[in-house]
């Protein structure tokens, strides 16, 4: 039991490595780490199970950082409770180029931080994903070896974002009751009062989603202990309230929006230490309380080893499944297995919607891969992302591999970067090309943080239909291939799609999206090939030595160019067509290849139904393309192409104009 003159002393630690590496970096934020100091000391020296010397320990508890502005907060907490990585010169060097302790908590930067926080919200609704997949071990594999809790400091900024609302609702009604939120119940925003801009009950707002609340107050050690004993009870998740004054022990500042995002200033924290008692040169920590944070953090090693000892007596086979999923290995039957299902698609030559291959690539995948966990924002009829072995998960059974996220974009991709990143699963999931949108903040931390989380991503484009210019993604793939590390597909058929399918599957540090057809395709490949072609990202489909025209195309629109291609030739004209599935794949491989296949014909053409933007690395500023200029519009999707101008037609007559 610690004292409360030690409690405090140890949260002053905290309080005074926060505002000191503020100060340093005349930059920061330190109003948050001083104001929840005393929940965290409670939550990492009493509750939370983890291991500084076995930072990736299956079993720990997850804590994540929703308010990520208060990064100093979790830099302090892992240096105080001794990660290796986290020394005392990191501190020092808070918010500098290519410190470990930036602005916001980055993924990978250190141990003990188990998400990238930032964008507010992000960090509760990544936590539910955590929540959701230690449900689903615990389901697969026994408690024995999966038995945690998340826990999440959340701000009155993490509680506004929309995101939060399908974040809530989501844990609420799947019954997540070892999801623990702490609301940092401060009273102020960046503007000044919360009362300024939001009069939201927020215990009623989570109760109706199917949550406990409970409100304390934040600086009692002994309110903040009873709160986490009730919230481990219970078999709902739980919001505590944790009323705290932001910039606690500042005497001028504290309680005001001045200490949220600026340094406190030499005289501030020179009168704080005074209030505090604090009387220790900045970044020194007095021996006996740096102690009594080591031994905090050496609290769970007998917890750890005693998981290890159960891991070690479970059965060989199970263990070794265990193993493989949590170190993120493929199983080695995958490969065989899309192997056979090529040579079957080049012997019956399938014309199908890519929506639909890519249902019979996953039911080949869901076979062998058994970690893959599956879902849809209410279109699982129109994704076709549901199999054979995919039951649902309910609130009362875990057993299954699907996940109905309900209409709650935003949320389920958080939530399949928190399932990501807990480990020991892969999560997909589906949704309209036009939704990415709502999907776009949570796709760009995934492709940040470098981890494998697959989209799919279906009504590609005008092709859709008769549900119009609402639905009909025209700039979304090059939205999407603007961001950095993130893998866009868009397969021209079945076999094309269970080559996206298995690059995706295989690429361990990077997420995907695989956007997918309504309309029926023919094949574009008929003959067996072993390699996987769509892993170079662009590839020459049909070939001509002497080509004049280069004719560029990714998914539906492979047949057009193909079409055009067999017009030119009757017409006595060469022309070549290369299918592009996946522009960022392209581009990685060398100069040689990438020039092999954009070749030297003197007509380079890309047909795409969609903008131009990002081809011209292709085409050059001067090739054509044939695409679209402005949003679609609603009726059938063959006249849709014939209005815009999208057609084998089309591609000939552009060849001859330039020709000519």
């Known amino acids: ?192 009062a919360i009362s300024l801009a939001d009069s939201t009950d927020q215990h009623a707002r989570f109760r109706s989603a199917g949550w406990n609340t409970i409100a304390i107050d934040g600086h009692d050690p002994e309110a903040i202990a009873a709160a986490i004993e009730t919230a481990k009870k219970s078999d709902k998740p739980t919001m505590i309230a944790a009323k705290t004054v932001i910039g606690f022990g500042a005497p001028n500042k504290a309680g005001t929006h001045k200490v949220h995002g600026s340094p406190l200033g030499a005289d501030e924290i020179a009168a704080t230490r005074k209030a505090l008692g604090w009387n220790e040169e900045a970044f020194s920590i007095p021996a006996d309380v740096l102690d009594a944070w080591r031994l905090a953090g050496l609290r769970s090693t007998k917890t750890r080893k005693d998981w290890e000892a159960r891991l070690a007596g479970t059965d060989a086979e199970k263990r070794a499944e265990f193993n493989r999923r949590f170190a993120g290995e493929l199983p080695g039957t995958l490969s065989g297995a899309v192997d056979a299902y090529k040579k079957k698609l080049a012997e019956t030559k399938p014309t199908v919607a890519t929506r639909k291959a890519s249902e019979d690539a996953l039911e080949v995948i869901n076979g062998v891969v058994t970690e893959t966990l599956g879902g849809s924002a209410d279109l699982t009829g129109s994704n076709n992302t549901k199999t054979s072995q995919t039951k649902s998960i309910t609130p009362t059974d875990f057993s299954g591999r699907y996940i109905h996220y309900g209409i709650r974009e935003h949320g389920m991709a958080a939530a399949m970067n928190g399932i990501a990143l807990h480990g020991g699963l892969i999560p997909y999931s589906g949704g309209f090309l036009i939704f990415s949108d709502y999907c776009r903040p949570s796709i760009r931390l995934a492709a940040l943080m470098g981890i494998r989380v697959i989209h799919v991503l279906t009504h590609d484009s005008i092709g859709l239909g008769e549900d119009g210019p609402t639905h009909q993604p025209v700039e979304h793939m090059a939205a999407l291939r603007a961001i950095p590390n993130l893998m866009m597909f868009r397969p021209a058929d079945a076999t094309e799609t269970v080559e996206c399918w298995q690059v995706a599957l295989e690429t361990k540090d990077r997420p995907s999206g695989i956007a997918l057809t309504r309309q029926n395709l023919i094949p574009a490949r008929t003959e067996y090939e072993e390699r996987n072609l769509c892993a170079q990202g662009a590839y020459e489909l049909i070939s001509a030595s002497d080509a004049k025209v280069s004719i560029f195309a990714s998914g539906s629109e492979v047949e057009i160019a193909m079409k055009a291609q067999q017009q030119l030739e009757a017409k006595g004209i060469s022309a070549r067509v290369v299918s592009v599935p996946c522009f960022e794949l392209f581009f990685e491989q060398d100069a040689d290849y990438q020039e092999a296949i954009i070749g030297d014909a003197p007509v380079k053409i890309a047909v795409e139904a969609g903008i131009r933007q990002g081809w011209d690395a292709i085409i050059g500023s001067t090739g054509t393309f044939i695409g679209m200029k402005s949003f679609g519009a609603s009726g059938p999707a063959k006249e849709l192409y014939k209005h815009f101008g999208i057609t084998a037609d089309a591609v000939v007559a552009a060849a001859e104009a330039k020709l000519a």
């Open 1 to 192: 039991m610690i004292s409360p003159e030690k409690h405090q002393r140890m949260a002053n630690a905290i309080r005074f490595l926060a505002m000191d590496a503020v100060e340093k970096a005349n930059s920061g934020h330190p109003g948050m780490p001083m104001g929840c100091a005393d929940v965290a000391t409670v939550l990492f020296t009493r509750y939370l199970s983890f291991d500084p010397k076995n930072p990736l320990w299956p079993d720990r508890d997850r804590f994540v950082l929703s308010a990520g502005h208060g990064s100093m907060l979790i830099y302090s907490l892992l240096y105080l409770t001794g990660y290796e990585d986290m020394t005392i010169e990191d501190i020092k060097s808070f918010r500098q180029l290519g410190a470990k302790t930036a602005g916001h908590p980055e993924y990978g930067h250190a141990s003990g931080i188990e998400t990238t926080t930032g964008p507010l919200g992000q960090g509760i609704a990544t936590a539910v994903g955590m929540a959701l997949a230690e449900k689903k071990l615990a389901d697969e594999f026994g408690s024995d070896l999966q038995n945690h809790y998340t826990y999440v400091l959340a701000g009155d900024g993490c509680l506004m974002e929309g995101i939060s609302q399908e974040a809530i609702t989501l844990a609420g009604h799947l019954k997540l009751n070892k999801l623990i939120v702490f609301w940092d119940d401060n009273g102020i925003s960046i503007d000044g």
